[in-house]
C-alpha cells in the first residue's frame, strides 16, 4: 500500500491545491474583474476554507499572479561568475529561461493572458512583478559586469528579455499546442535571426 504521508505525495498534493486556488482566482477575475472578488469568494469557488488560501498565498495579487520568479541560487551564481557559455546575452536568456522552466502549466498561462489584457489593475500589478524581476536581473548583471557596465546597456537587455517574455505570451495565446517554454525560444530565435 502506497504511503500517503510520505513528503512527495504531499509536496505534489500542495501543488495541485496552490494550482486550483490560482486558476479559481484566474476565472474570478475573468469574470468580475481583480476587485470584484474577496478570499472569501476564492474559499467558495475552490472549495476550501479562508485559512487554507492564505496557507499557500499571501493576498489576492499573489493567488492571481502564482509564485513570484525564482531562479535557482547555483544558476544565478553560475550566472554572475561569468557562465554558463561567457556571452552576457545568452546567458541571461539562459538564465530567464530558467525562471520559467516551472512554469509551463499552459492554460494557466492563457487564463493569465486574458485576464490581464481584460483587467487595468491586474496589468499594473503584472507590470510592477516584472519590473521587481528586471531589478533582480540588472543586480546580476551589475554583480557580473561591475559597476561601470552602462546602466543604459543593462536596461536595453532587460527590455528586450521583458519583450521577449511579452511576445512568448501573445504566441502561447495564439498557439496553445506549444509550451510557453518553446515560444520563449521561438522569440529569441526569431529575434537573433532578424538581428544577424
Known amino acids: 500500500m502506497p504511503d500517503l504521508c510520505s513528503p512527495n505525495r504531499r509536496e505534489a498534493k500542495r501543488v495541485q491545491t496552490a494550482l486550483r486556488l490560482q486558476e479559481c482566482g484566474l476565472q474570478l477575475t475573468l469574470e468580475k474583474g481583480f476587485d470584484g472578488w474577496t478570499i472569501d469568494d476564492l474559499a467558495v469557488a475552490a472549495d476550501v476554507s479562508r485559512r487554507t488560501v492564505f496557507n499557500y498565498f499571501d493576498g489576492k495579487?499573489?493567488?492571481?499572479?502564482?509564485?513570484?520568479?525564482?531562479?535557482?541560487?547555483?544558476?544565478?551564481?553560475?550566472?554572475?561568475?561569468?557562465?554558463p557559455t561567457g556571452r552576457l546575452f545568452d546567458d541571461l536568456i539562459e538564465l530567464a529561461h530558467e525562471a520559467v522552466r516551472d512554469r509551463t502549466d499552459e492554460h494557466l498561462i492563457s487564463l493569465l493572458r486574458d485576464a490581464v489584457v481584460t483587467d487595468p489593475r491586474l496589468l499594473a500589478l503584472v507590470h510592477t512583478r516584472l519590473e521587481e524581476a528586471a531589478t533582480g536581473f540588472a543586480e546580476c548583471v551589475r554583480q557580473r559586469e561591475g559597476d561601470d557596465f552602462p546602466s543604459l546597456q543593462s536596461r536595453l537587455l532587460l527590455k528586450l528579455l521583458l519583450t521577449f517574455f511579452d511576445n512568448a505570451l501573445d504566441r502561447t495565446a495564439e498557439d496553445p499546442d506549444r509550451t510557453f517554454s518553446e515560444h520563449f525560444d521561438a522569440t529569441v530565435a526569431d529575434a537573433r535571426s532578424a538581428l544577424a
Do not use: S, T
Open 61 to 83: 495579487a499573489d493567488v492571481v499572479l502564482g509564485p513570484g520568479i525564482e531562479v535557482d541560487q547555483a544558476k544565478v551564481d553560475a550566472f554572475v561568475a561569468g557562465g
